[in-house]
């Protein structure tokens, strides 16, 4: 990915993934924590801080040490009653018999727990007992912390960095900062980051996303219904605080007083966006202020993402993005979801748990010890498919080579639950047909539910998560011809469609999937888009050499343009990048519907002006998917 990806120093891994880096013995035998410390930001608004220091019999460690920051929306308090039982849940979790891992499972969901990721959403506690002190922190207008919550806004950015600034000057802080978190706490870290604190040194960012409002808000052009969701609960948060701690600051009376007349708007913003064309359902000024500015960020950087996590679509942009030397900076893909981080690490094969794997990267980079981990990766993945872990300098495969794939109307018998069964060929089709896209809602049994669960529909089966066949009824399926030898996907890809609509409008649901010889349809990525958002940011989309690889839809108002009822039009669909093999005889499928719920909601007032679609196969105009893959060595 030359205009996305950097290529770093060295193209041989000195470390491999199941690498187990020293971050020597515990250090202090006892933890003290301070909760609901209040620090004051210079509007006056109160953030509310949970404190966590080692030390021993004797107290608190009288050393000044080095600080970890995670902000959070979600209500330190819930977290710290959680983390009560940490050991427990993952003693329980680390006895579920794991999965081969070519796919992730009912089984491995369970297991993940046991991988460390619990530390990470709370305090590190196996980092604090080497040295460290951790720190949580409500952001605004959430959990204790007082003000009206508006997330990301350039005002909860300049709290990140008062906040920080505050720790330094602490007589516990030795003055050297990391910051770290999952999801919301990724994205605030690399916030963080960006502003250039003075004394931060390191930033663990694990399932953040580059774009959160493209990615997750408003994907493809629609909305996603869980944002309500997400939403509401974060409100509801607010009305739970720590009152114990409110009281001992004497601070419950200004608390109430600030919930009772302060609001956030977000609900009421939210719904607005159901119910009628608003600007804040297009991307806009508004939105591109909560974003963060990655080219500014000079700190080494991890990055943990997974193939079938929410922001799937950030990890090798982000670490493309991030002006940072390779080793410095890493990215680590594994195939999870966005609940399911680092299940199995820790065991034999795979990466180190991810508490002791955070610990050793601020052990580089904040204490300077070299212990090694800047020469891992810089890009590690867990393939798809065989569950095999890879390390490489660059991504997609250097290796691969470009290739295309065109949309036809023939049966391919392979696909008979679908709607309609049609194939993939390496040449265009030489007749002229439509394939008309159901309008029946898709079967909530999918991979896209399992997304938008973020992995909890996986425990109700197989089907809900690692088969297809029930969302593809309502779909329009492409299907290849078997494999004749195996095949490595790599890299992200674009679908591109010459269709029609009845209406003035017509959204269109991707799923890229692996087609098993027992008929099982294993998906491996995703894509959407509406099709008045179809204009493409030539500039900002990747390509190698003429072929649209990544087609960036800038989606925003002015570049919106309805389709005209009953004239074909063309339009690309990017689709997610991914790492994939597909065994020899196995096919690649392509599944069009023209919606996926749960993870994607048309509003009503839009399905007025989707009326009926069709895919249109034309051999003057071929639709076609495009993509980079490497025929691995025997």
């Known amino acids: 990915m030359s205009e996305l990806l950097s290529t770093a120093e060295s193209s041989t891994p000195a470390v491999h993934p199941d690498t187990r880096f020293d971050i020597g013995p515990v250090r202090y035998s006892k933890l003290f924590a301070r909760n609901t410390v209040p620090i004051r930001m210079s509007d006056g608004v109160l953030l509310s801080a949970d404190i966590l220091r080692p030390g021993d019999a004797n107290g608190p460690a009288g050393e000044p040490l080095p600080a970890i920051v995670n902000f959070t929306p979600y209500n330190k308090m819930l977290n710290r009653h959680g983390m009560r039982m940490n050991t427990v849940a993952r003693k329980a979790a680390g006895r579920v018999r794991a999965s081969d891992r070519s796919r992730m499972r009912a089984r491995d969901v369970l297991r993940t727990p046991a991988g460390g990721v619990l530390e990470s959403f709370a305090i590190n506690r196996t980092a604090v007992r080497r040295g460290y002190v951790g720190l949580m922190v409500d952001v605004r207008g959430t959990g204790s912390s007082t003000g009206a919550w508006d997330f990301f806004s ?194 034999p094969g795979n990466p180190q748990a991810i508490d002791e794997l955070q610990t050793a990267f601020f052990d580089r980079w904040v204490k300077g010890i070299d212990n090694g981990i800047d020469r891992y990766g810089p890009i590690t993945l867990r393939r798809q498919g065989d569950g095999h872990w890879i390390q490489r300098a660059d991504y997609p495969d250097p290796a691969a080579e470009v290739r295309r794939l065109y949309l036809t109307g023939d049966r391919t018998g392979t696909a008979p639950h679908a709607a309609v069964d049609a194939g993939l060929s390496a040449k265009p089709d030489e007749v002229e047909t439509r394939l008309p896209v159901p309008g029946s809602r898709v079967s909530a049994v999918s991979n896209n539910s399992a997304v938008m669960t973020m992995g909890v529909t996986l425990l109700l089966g197989h089907a809900h998560g690692n088969d297809d066949r029930r969302s593809e009824a309502t779909a329009v399926t492409f299907t290849s011809d078997a494999l004749a030898t195996d095949l490595i996907l790599t890299g992200p890809m674009n679908l591109h469609l010459h269709a029609v609509a009845d209406g003035t409008d017509a959204f269109w649901s991707v799923t890229v999937c692996d087609a098993h010889p027992d008929g099982t349809s294993v998906p491996l990525t995703r894509g959407a888009l509406l099709s008045s958002h179809r204009h493409t940011d030539e500039a900002a989309s990747y390509k190698v050499g003429d072929e649209l690889l990544f087609p960036i839809h800038p989606l925003t108002a002015d570049t919106a343009a309805p389709v005209v009822p009953g004239e074909p039009f063309d339009l690309d669909i990017e689709i997610n990048p991914t790492e994939a093999l597909l065994r020899a005889g196995h096919r690649l499928r392509i599944a069009v519907s023209r919606t996926s719920f749960p993870r994607h ?34």
């Open 601 to 634: 909601l048309i509003p009503r007032w839009k399905q007025r002006e989707i009326t009926g679609q069709a895919v249109v196969i034309d051999p003057d105009h071929p639709g076609y998917l495009s993509f980079q893959a490497v025929e691995p060595i025997s």
């Open 154 to 347: 350039p005002r909860e950015q300049q709290d990140y960095v008062e906040v920080l600034r505050w720790v330094r000057e602490q007589p516990w802080c030795n003055g050297d900062l990391a910051v770290t978190g999952i999801s919301y706490g990724a994205i605030s870290a690399l916030h963080s980051a960006a502003q250039r604190p003075e004394g931060l040194r390191a930033v663990y960012a694990i399932e953040a996303g580059e774009d959160p409002p493209r990615e997750l808000g408003l994907t493809g052009g629609v909305l996603t219904p869980g944002m309500m969701l997400w939403i509401l609960g974060v409100g509801g948060g607010k009305w739970l605080p720590a009152w114990p701690g409110l009281m001992r600051e004497g601070l419950a009376g200004e608390f109430l007083r600030e919930r009772l007349t302060r609001r956030s708007g977000w609900v009421r913003r939210a719904a607005r966006l159901a119910f009628g064309d608003h600007p804040d359902g297009y991307l806009n000024p508004m939105w591109a202020e909560k974003l963060p500015d990655l080219e500014r960020i000079e700190t080494p950087t991890w990055i943990h993402g997974g193939w079938h996590d929410v922001y799937n679509r950030s990890n090798f942009r982000m670490y493309d993005r991030i002006p940072v030397p390779g080793g410095a900076k890493q990215v680590l893909v594994d195939d999870s979801y966005h609940l399911t981080p680092g299940s199995g690490f820790g065991d």
